[in-house]
């Protein structure tokens, strides 16, 4: 696993990095990484974003969990230590982690979600933005703008067996996939659509800083995009 280094220490996932979560009536930030354990440039890529950016992360309400399968990182693999991956469980009553999730979540809404991911498949950074509550704009073409410097989008028209615009996939919230409930539908579910939930994506086979980079740029245009008054 090139230019990752993992120390066997403990994790502790039930402290997750949390700041002014309940601050009412303000906006609020969700940003999660490393659900897949063989995926690592999306835990280096927002725990980067947040020492780059730290005085604006410390004025936002937000809730981030830097690496929610530390198990699978240390490992190198998808799934958790039991085998299951954790993508496609949250709709489950019995994995602990999950129901964790679920309890830490109740009766939130979030203005943004950000899922960061990779795949060794891509031919270049996609994301997967779910289809718009009629009151929201797209931001997503915005968002792979942003990162198109380092890495070019993927230009295939399917990906995934899913239809590809420009690196968008928009899936329907009320379809999941057939192995189970990924977390983004899971949140978007949560604010009936109201809020922007990205999935962001970038290929594996590309150089791991380049990856690195690239999740910076696109949490850092989403959040400006959010957060920030005439950022459009």
């Given at each position: 696993?090139?230019?990752?280094?993992?120390?066997?220490?403990?994790?502790?996932?039930?402290?997750?990095?949390?700041?002014?979560?309940?601050?009412?009536?303000?906006?609020?930030?969700?940003?999660?990484?490393?659900?897949?354990?063989?995926?690592?440039?999306?835990?280096?890529?927002?725990?980067?974003?947040?020492?780059?950016?730290?005085?604006?992360?410390?004025?936002?309400?937000?809730?981030?969990?830097?690496?929610?399968?530390?198990?699978?990182?240390?490992?190198?693999?998808?799934?958790?230590?039991?085998?299951?991956?954790?993508?496609?469980?949250?709709?489950?009553?019995?994995?602990?982690?999950?129901?964790?999730?679920?309890?830490?979540?109740?009766?939130?809404?979030?203005?943004?979600?950000?899922?960061?991911?990779?795949?060794?498949?891509?031919?270049?950074?996609?994301?997967?933005?779910?289809?718009?509550?009629?009151?929201?704009?797209?931001?997503?073409?915005?968002?792979?703008?942003?990162?198109?410097?380092?890495?070019?989008?993927?230009?295939?028209?399917?990906?995934?067996?899913?239809?590809?615009?420009?690196?968008?996939?928009?899936?329907?919230?009320?379809?999941?996939?057939?192995?189970?409930?990924?977390?983004a539908l899971?949140?978007?579910?949560?604010?009936?659509?109201?809020?922007?939930?990205?999935?962001?994506?970038?290929p594996s086979?590309?150089?791991?800083?380049?990856?690195?980079?690239?999740?910076?740029?696109?949490?850092?245009?989403?959040?400006?995009?959010?957060?920030?008054?005439?950022?459009?």
């Open positions: 696993m090139s230019g990752l280094i993992v120390e066997k220490q403990h994790m502790v996932l039930s402290d997750p990095l949390c700041i002014d979560l309940h601050q009412r009536g303000c906006p609020r930030l969700y940003i999660s990484a490393g659900i897949h354990g063989d995926e690592p440039a999306g835990c280096h890529g927002l725990l980067q974003w947040a020492r780059l950016y730290a005085e604006k992360l410390a004025q936002l309400p937000v809730l981030i969990f830097p690496c929610l399968n530390p198990w699978g990182l240390v490992h190198n693999l998808r799934t958790n230590a039991s085998g299951l991956d954790l993508n496609r469980a949250w709709a489950s009553e019995e994995e602990p982690l999950i129901q964790f999730l679920h309890l830490e979540l109740t009766g939130m809404e979030f203005s943004l979600s950000l899922h960061l991911h990779e795949d060794f498949d891509a031919h270049g950074i996609y994301l997967y933005e779910p289809k718009l509550h009629r009151t929201r704009k797209s931001l997503a073409n915005q968002v792979l703008e942003a990162a198109e410097e380092v890495i070019p989008r993927d230009p295939r028209v399917r990906i995934d067996r899913r239809k590809a615009t420009h690196g968008i996939i928009r899936p329907a919230v009320h379809r999941p996939p057939p192995e189970g409930l990924p977390e899971y949140l978007s579910k949560l604010g009936s659509g109201r809020g922007v939930n990205l999935t962001l994506e970038t086979e590309w150089g791991f800083e380049h990856r690195i980079d690239a999740h910076v740029r696109m949490v850092n245009r989403a959040v400006q995009l959010c957060f920030e008054p005439n950022a459009q």
